[in-house]
């Protein structure tokens, strides 16, 4: 029997369909008009519709980072693919798995310099897991299917996967395979038997533990094991921005975030603990400040992680443990189950004693009785109303900060934003994604007047796709992080932190036919949100809070410096 | 520390850009790198000479191991290997000069592969440091032009890089 012959653009369709995949967004341009008629003509998967390509990225980031699958995002060649360049970053550095399909001129025009041509692969070669360019339609379905097996496995990333015109038009059989084998990948999974043993070992010898936990707890769904394993230990856990509500938040054994805006007690805790678990985090220099002041405590170090090049890069380490961070961890507890004798209890207790004398500082701790409008404020309210049950979305800046501060997030997933690259715009396309993947679901995207500039024209998209996000701007009319570093280290002079000119957020919220809300007093910041999320359920609300233009974010230890050397209110 | 590091990757276009951007994106250091296909013509044969402490080296190969089109990775200093590297140049063989070349080429066990009234081309096969060695030998002169290929490795005896 002669087997029927797809088209290219026949082919990508039905791998997206194969691999399960129920959003794509995207932006439609020349050279994926043959995709896109096959989109028009299935029903497997919605296309969402986004206002900027990078807006596109985001949405399928936020959408994986959200749901643990893989995101997918569709642009045409040229300024499609370079509008995803800053997406395609952001995805990278938190390690995001996703696969971003560009189109591409038609291979006969590639290096002509033809009308949106640009090489793609060679701009997005620095900041994908791996990317491909598909010159045969018969290569086409095994391509897409390493892509997604790329983009999931080991330590997760984008792909992205180039597809010139002409290979969308031509034909070929289609089998899409069950499996695929690379014999030039195969990312470890298991950790070292013997490196395990040691690491059960050095945790019950410890006498100031910590268990210190990042972005891989989240992307290797390790958050129960970890879970058990500390409240078996008894022993206090830190996160980093990127992995918090991997440890559920209001949880005693919690200390919070640490880092450069990190609480007193786990910044503390980590400088001077004598034995430190560290799970799916990279000891990067948001989090351990100066490393030669980290490696003045004499500490022994016990390191998880999937991606053996994050071991023992900037820091050393003493037992390092390549491998899944769910199964090590399980494995671990295992041990410890078997060990029959748990850590030293007189230790613990004196560390947690002085644990609890760092935490007694209460470094969050701010003046709740302004009569402005204080950032923080606006979080806890958020974190109060919506129970702590909301999925929350941020920019970058100083509301990222205290919306890692103040929400205290209990479950994985919830806490979305772009920790590793800093990318300002991010929120509101992220926050599409995130509603995309949960309908019902509340989701706040925490902005500043800063962030929500970049990205603010997918209003229109949230409009047509009917996403119910609730926008909470945290408005001080300035750059905040920006001005807080101007502030401390360049004696006050604000060299273009101040944003003049800015809209009537709420008249514009309602010019794309949502609702708008300015609220300017303490009083009324509950009342505005209740109203947002009860009454206003189910269409996009855009609250502008009028905050102090002077906040600024505590703790902070200076770019440079160490643990121990933060600056306190 | 010189290491000189050696690796199979897939034969594909754009396996070495990986490979070169990766050493400029993190800043490593290369002082040679050659590539040529292997018996098996699915698999090019790379070999990488850098320069860095052991932290550097490491991260170096955990980096490479890294990239996808990357099959194996070996540090050859980590071990016992041959290195050969090939150098041609030109050098002057006009009047003095022409007895006096061809008997540096002899001394380092070159061969004069080209020929000309006022120019001769040495081949000049070795360890790099030998290739050096030849160059500070010679008048400099009479040097017109070098080419050198970088360091190619090889472990010895039973140590093979094969997939």
């Given amino acids: 029997m002669a087997e029927t012959e797809l088209t290219g653009a026949e082919i990508v369709v039905r791998c997206l369909a194969a691999e399960g995949v129920e959003h794509v967004f995207g932006y439609p341009g020349g050279a994926v008009l043959n995709i896109y008629d096959e989109i028009y003509k299935q029903d497997k998967f919605e296309h969402i519709l986004v206002r900027h390509e990078q807006a596109a990225v985001h949405a399928a980031d936020a959408y994986s980072r959200s749901t643990g699958k893989v995101g997918v995002a569709l642009v045409t060649s040229g300024p499609g693919a370079t509008n995803a360049v800053t997406g395609i970053a952001t995805a990278y550095m938190d390690s995001i798995p996703m696969v971003v399909i560009t189109g591409q001129v038609p291979t006969a025009a590639i290096g002509m310099d033809a009308f949106q041509e640009v090489d793609t692969l060679g701009i997005t070669r620095p900041c994908v897991k791996h990317n491909f360019l598909v010159k045969d339609v018969r290569d086409l379905t095994e391509t897409i299917k390493k892509a997604f097996y790329i983009a999931a496995t080991g330590r997760p990333g984008p792909v992205v996967v180039d597809i010139p015109k002409d290979v969308t038009q031509h034909s070929c059989p289609f089998h899409y395979p069950e499996t695929i084998s690379m014999r030039s990948y195969n990312p470890t999974s298991k950790g070292h038997g013997g490196q395990i043993k040691r690491a059960m070992q050095m945790l019950l010898e410890a006498k100031r533990p910590v268990i210190y936990t990042g972005g891989g707890v989240i992307l290797g769904d390790a958050d129960q094991q970890l879970i058990e394993l500390a409240r078996l230990l008894g022993y206090p856990v830190t996160s980093t921005l990127m992995g918090l509500g991997g440890y559920p938040s209001p949880d005693q054994l919690f200390l919070g975030m640490l880092g450069m805006h990190g609480t007193i007690e786990a910044n503390m805790a980590m400088q001077h603990c004598d034995v430190l678990l560290a799970v799916g985090a990279r000891f990067d220099d948001r989090v351990i400040g100066n490393p030669k002041h980290f490696a003045k405590e004499a500490r022994r170090i016990i390191h998880i992680d999937v991606d053996p090049s994050s071991i023992s890069k900037r820091v050393k380490v003493d037992v390092p443990i390549v491998g899944d961070v769910t199964k090590v961890l399980a494995e671990i507890v295992k041990l410890v189950h078997a060990a029959g004798h748990g850590p030293d209890q007189e230790a613990l207790k004196a560390w947690w004693a002085q644990i609890e004398l760092w935490r007694s500082q209460d470094c969050l701790n701010y003046d709740r009785n302004s009569s402005i409008i204080k950032p923080q404020f606006v979080v806890e309210k958020l974190y109060e109303v919506t129970q702590g049950d909301a999925f929350v979305t941020s920019d970058v800046g100083q509301h990222q900060m205290w919306a890692a501060q103040y929400y205290k997030f209990a479950k994985p997933r919830r806490w979305i934003n772009s920790g590793g690259l800093g990318t300002m715009g991010f929120g509101l396309p992220a926050a599409m994604g995130v509603q995309m993947a949960h309908p019902g679901a509340m989701v706040a995207c925490i902005t500043g007047e800063g962030s929500i500039q970049m990205n603010i024209q997918e209003l229109a998209t949230c409009q047509q796709s009917k996403l119910p996000i609730k926008i909470i701007l945290l408005n001080n009319g300035y750059l905040g992080m920006v001005r807080q570093w101007q502030e401390f280290f360049y004696e006050e002079r604000y060299a273009e932190s101040y944003v003049a000119s800015l809209p009537d957020f709420a008249k514009l919220a309602e010019a794309y036919g949502h609702v708008g809300m300015r609220i300017d007093k303490p009083e009324d910041v509950e009342p505005a949100l209740r109203k947002a999320f009860t009454e206003h359920k189910d269409e996009l609300v855009f609250l502008n809070f009028l905050t102090d233009p002077r906040e600024n974010v505590y703790p902070m230890i200076p770019a440079g410096k160490g643990l121990s050397e933060m600056i306190l209110i | ?163």
């Fill in chain 2, 1 to 163: 520390m010189r290491h000189i590091i050696s690796l199979l990757m897939e034969n594909e276009s754009g396996a070495l850009s990986r490979v070169a951007g990766l050493f400029s994106a993190r800043g490593y250091n290369i002082e040679s790198l050659t590539v040529a296909p292997t018996e098996d013509a699915s698999l090019s044969r790379m070999t990488i000479v850098t320069r860095g402490s052991e932290e550097v080296i490491e991260q170096i190969t955990k980096q490479l191991n890294k990239l996808i089109d990357i099959v194996k990775v070996q540090d050859l200093s980590d071990g016992d290997h041959i290195e050969r590297e090939l150098m041609l140049v030109k050098v002057k063989a006009s009047g003095e000069y022409r007895e006096e070349m061809k008997r540096m080429a002899d001394i380092f066990r070159g061969s004069i592969i080209d020929v000309s009234e006022k120019t001769y081309t040495i081949e000049l096969t070795g360890a790099g440091s030998k290739l050096d060695a030849f160059l500070e030998a010679l008048d400099s002169a009479a040097i017109l032009e070098t080419v050198r290929t970088g360091a190619s490795g090889i472990g010895r005896g039973e140590r093979i890089l094969k997939i």
